[in-house]
């Protein structure tokens, strides 16, 4: 089993940045591909950004050239630096990795933290 622990979440103005991280433990040898998914109030959970371990990135459109996923792998944790952030980029945001060999994009992640809460005032 594997656990993730997001910090670095809160509120901040329209323009501001803010930088997520996620701590992986337990059975971290099973994870390939770490990243972030949001939701927000009424609406369905989305992907954000995904790295996997060797270091291929996924962005969503609507974050390209505003956040930047990264990794440590020696530290198990991904970090998410979120620049230029708008009002609908608040949502709770979850850390998630999936397992060596799964095929995340088609069946989903196989593990998620509790959430943090990004709140952008306008």
């Known amino acids: 089993q594997v656990q993730l622990v997001e910090s670095g979440g809160g509120l901040v103005q329209a323009g501001g940045s803010l930088r997520l991280s996620c701590a992986a433990s337990?059975?971290?040898?099973?994870?390939?591909?770490m990243g972030w998914y949001r939701q927000a109030p009424g609406k369905q959970r989305e992907l954000v950004a995904v790295i996997t371990r060797a270091g291929t990135i996924t962005y969503a459109d609507s974050v390209k050239g505003r956040f930047t996923i990264s990794r440590d792998n020696a530290k198990n944790t991904v970090y998410l630096q979120m620049n230029s952030l708008k009002p609908e980029d608040t949502a709770d945001y979850y850390c998630?990795?999936?397992?060596?060999?799964?095929?995340?994009?088609?069946?989903?992640?196989?593990?998620w933290g509790k959430g943090t809460l990004v709140t952008v005032s306008s």
């Open positions: 998630t990795a999936a397992r060596r060999g799964s095929n995340w994009r088609a069946y989903g992640m196989d593990f």
């Open positions: 337990g059975s971290i040898f099973d994870i390939n591909a």
